[in-house]
T-cell receptor, first 112, second 111 residues
Framework: DADVTQTPRNRITKTGKRIMLECSQT?????MYWYRQDPGLGLQLIYYSFDVKDINKGEISDGYSVSRQAQAKFSLSLESAIPNQTALYFC???????????FGPGTRLTVL | GENVEQHPSTLSVQEGDSAVIKCTYSDSASNYFPWYKQELGKGPQLIID?????GEKKDQRIAVTLNKTAKHFSLHITETQPEDSAVYFC??????????FGAGTTVTVRA
């Protein structure tokens, strides 16, 4: 969905490096999410935010941190990347009244 | 927490035939069950959803059924077309925002 954009789309990095993945949305939604997708495991929630001042851990937050810079921007950071963080990362948004989550196109991260 | 199991992991069907994907969930408090379709190189997109106060919902060639007693729900795609080839994910939630996803089903429609 073009309303939710993620940068970069692909990234290769080395163990120990700090990485930031960015998400922007033009839907005007309050809620934003970060998911990780691994083959055969579906999507797992890393962090979610209901507004700029509200950040919550998901199922697999260890090794990750987030920043909600504005209603439209939600960034995911890997402070010291490790190979088992190699995965597809998706950002999603939803509004307060709706259930539907709208996903971005994803970032493919490879940690060597 | 909620645990969602999805079967089968892969499904190959002849064009025009039906496809059925089944999911089970563990938390009886779950009340929202969406299905997402993910095409290659794209993020998941909602195709249909159902709430626990409804047993079945249809949208053209797609239908979802829910059995709360057995804690399972299914996606039915009729008259499959090549553009239905994708990965499908089921999910469950008791609070609308914290979705627990199944592992996904890769559907291939053979021409």
């Amino acid at each position: 969905d073009a309303d939710v954009t993620q940068t970069p789309r692909n990234r290769i990095t080395k163990t120990g490096k700090r990485i930031m993945l960015e998400c922007s949305q033009t839907k005007g939604h309050d809620r934003m999410y970060w998911y990780r997708q691994d083959p055969g495991l579906g999507l797992q929630l890393i962090y979610y935010s209901f507004d700029v001042k509200d950040i919550n851990k998901g199922e697999i937050s260890d090794g990750y941190s987030v920043s909600r810079q504005a209603q439209a921007k939600f960034s995911l950071s890997l402070e010291s990347a490790i190979p088992n963080q190699t995965a597809l990362y998706f950002c999603a948004t939803s509004d307060l009244q709706g259930d539907t989550q709208y996903f971005g196109p994803g970032t493919r991260l490879t940690v060597l | 927490g909620e645990n969602v199991e999805q079967h089968p992991s892969t499904l190959s069907v002849q064009e025009g035939d039906s496809a059925v994907i089944k999911c089970t969930y563990s938390d009886s408090a779950s009340n929202y069950f969406p299905w997402y379709k993910q095409e290659l190189g794209k993020g998941p997109q909602l195709i249909i959803d159902i709430r626990s106060n409804v047993g079945e919902k249809k949208d053209q060639r797609i239908a979802v059924t829910l059995n709360k007693t057995a804690k399972h729900f299914s996606l039915h795609i009729t008259e499959t077309q090549p553009e239905d080839s994708a990965v499908y994910f089921c999910a469950a939630s008791f609070n609308d925002y914290k979705l627990s996803f199944g592992a996904g089903t890769t559907v291939t429609v053979r021409a």
